[in-house]
């Protein structure tokens, strides 16, 4: 068995293919990834009134951030979305199938009122064990 393992559980629906219900993770280095909105490499946000173009850069710039600690997006254990519309859900999950195929992370999603950016949609954060 590898550091991190989805498990399907009895009895408890299985949810859609964006996230897992259960993923363990044996010991090693935990990476904490503080939220992430959609900023370029220059700090302004990319893909204004675009959710999916948000969380693409989103993933990628979490994809940076899991490298740069010695791991990648498949060490991901749980991922915490928050968006200003949660009726955009689908088109995040969309995306996040993109970057997670495969057993994707545990995660939730959240609608909240407003970001610290006027421009920002969605924000990410996550955990992941190496």
């Known amino acids: 068995m590898g550091k991190r393992?989805?498990?399907?559980?009895?009895?408890?629906?299985?949810?859609?293919?964006?996230?897992?219900a259960v993923v363990t993770a044996a010991p090693g280095r935990?990476?904490?990834?503080?939220?992430?909105?959609?900023?370029?490499?220059g700090g302004k946000i990319v893909g204004k009134g675009d959710v999916a173009a948000q969380t693409r850069?989103?993933?990628e710039n979490l994809k940076r951030c899991m490298v740069a600690?010695?791991?990648?997006?498949?060490?991901?254990?749980?991922l915490d979305v928050y968006v200003t519309d949660i009726a955009q859900r689908e088109q995040v999950y969309a995306v996040r199938r993109e970057f997670f195929p495969n057993d994707p992370p545990a995660s939730t999603i959240v609608e909240v009122a407003a970001f610290t950016e006027a421009d920002a949609l969605v924000e990410i954060n996550a955990i992941g064990v190496i």
């Open 5 to 20: 393992e989805v498990i399907t559980v009895p009895g408890v629906s299985r949810p859609g293919s964006a996230f897992s």
């Open 30 to 41: 935990m990476v904490f990834v503080s939220g992430l909105l959609a900023r370029d490499d």
């Open 57 to 59: 850069q989103i993933c």
């Open 69 to 78: 600690a010695g791991g990648s997006l498949a060490d991901l254990t749980r």
